[in-house]
């Protein structure tokens, strides 16, 4: 079935610094991917839709200078957190599909829990 | 989309089945219902989806009224490995973005 990895699982970073998640399609081509993030004890929360090839479209409220993505090939998307701050810190979840062949829904990665100290 | 709703939480005994219910009162012909759950600190998991038609597979079933006003996903026999919380999320196509509402927290009791 399609496997969605992501990457790192949980980073530490310090306050100021920018983090880098991948998220990768390992079996099929996905043109759109999506960001999530969590909170402890919420629902996950639609950040953006990354698109291959074009720029990403973002929730309302989610500043896009902050929240960098970048969908350069029909495989791989990132998220990078710039000037990370504490409140940042939050479970980052993709999700993507493949572009034909499956009416199953969205594969969604396995998390990046972000620390900001 | 449709908006759904669903109770909070639940509990259900381990071995029996677990009956999660959800309204979609708002449902057009052609939306589906999809469910999704999250085992703690995962990303969400795909467990069934459909029309109008009962569906099962090797996860699940999925019952929908026959006015599309509800549907109800059966665990035939929980396990402690199905504690988690279970969206049920309605999508015109399975190329629409999935907005998660709060969902159900399913509890397996021992």
């Known amino acids: 079935g399609a496997v969605v990895s992501q990457h790192p699982s949980r980073v530490i970073c310090k306050s100021g610094t920018s983090v880098k998640i991948e998220c990768r399609s390992l079996d099929f081509q996905a043109t759109t991917m999506f960001w999530y993030r969590q909170f402890p004890k919420k629902s996950l929360m639609l950040m953006a839709t990354?698109?291959?090839?074009?720029?990403?479209?973002?929730e309302q409220g989610v500043e896009k200078d902050k929240f960098l993505i970048n969908h350069a090939s029909l495989t791989l998307s990132t998220l990078t957190v710039t000037s990370a701050h504490p409140e940042d810190s939050s479970f980052y979840i993709c999700?993507?599909?493949?572009?034909?062949?499956?009416?199953?829904?969205?594969?969604f990665g396995s998390g990046t829990r972000l620390t900001v100290v | 989309d449709a908006k759904t709703t669903q109770p909070p939480s639940m509990d259900c005994a381990e071995g029996r089945a677990a009956n999660l219910p959800c309204n979609h009162s708002?449902?057009?012909?052609?939306?589906?219902v999809y469910w999704y759950r999250q085992i703690h600190s995962q990303g969400p998991q795909y467990i069934i989806h459909g029309l109008k038609n009962n569906e099962t597979n090797e996860m699940a079933s999925l019952i929908i009224t026959e006015d599309r006003k509800s549907s109800t996903l059966i665990l035939p026999h929980a396990t402690l490995r199905d504690t988690a919380v279970y969206y049920c999320i309605v999508l015109k196509t399975s190329y629409d973005k999935v907005i998660f509402g709060p969902g159900t927290s399913l509890s397996v009791i021992p």
């Open positions: 999700s993507a599909r493949p572009r034909t062949g499956s009416s199953m829904g969205y594969t």
């Open positions: 708002t449902i057009s012909g052609n939306e589906y």
């Open positions: 990354s698109n291959e090839g074009s720029k990403a479209t973002y």
